[in-house]
């Protein structure tokens, strides 16, 4: 059983950055696809990107395609989000999701594991 836990939310200026990160215990990342998703009190929760940590390929929703990047550290099992051009749409409660195997799903639904989230903050 992984366990995951975020950190790295905040408040920033609107064209700020902000860096994510999703730490796993329990067992590495290893052989496992991790995402971040999004959710905003009363709408959808909202696929951001994904990692395939056995080959590093990635996933990123349109809307944040040329301003977020995931990547992962081995040595750390950690995965991170790093944000940047950030806009008050990007506000929302970011969570950490994973799930074995290689495929890169933008269902949340998909994923068995998550973290507790981190507030994110984008002030205009």
């Known amino acids: 059983q992984v366990q995951l836990v975020e950190s790295g939310g905040g408040l920033v200026q609107a064209g700020g950055s902000l860096r994510l990160s999703c730490a796993a215990s329990?067992?590495?990342?290893?052989?496992?696809?991790v995402g971040w998703f999004r959710q905003v009190p009363g709408k959808e929760r909202e696929f951001v990107a994904a990692?395939?940590?056995?080959?590093?390929?990635?996933s990123y929703a349109d809307s944040v395609k040329g301003r977020f990047t995931i990547s992962g550290v081995n040595a750390k099992n950690t995965v991170y989000l790093q944000m940047n051009s950030l806009k008050p749409e990007d506000t929302a409660v970011y969570y950490c999701?994973?799930?074995?195997?290689?495929?890169?799903?933008?269902?949340?639904?998909?994923?068995?594991?998550w973290g507790q989230g981190t507030q994110v903050t984008v002030s205009s």
């Open positions: 999701a994973a799930r074995p195997g290689n495929i890169l799903y933008t269902q949340g639904g998909r994923y068995p594991h």
């Open positions: 329990g067992r590495t990342f290893s052989g496992y696809a």
């Open positions: 990692i395939n940590w056995t080959g590093g390929i990635t």
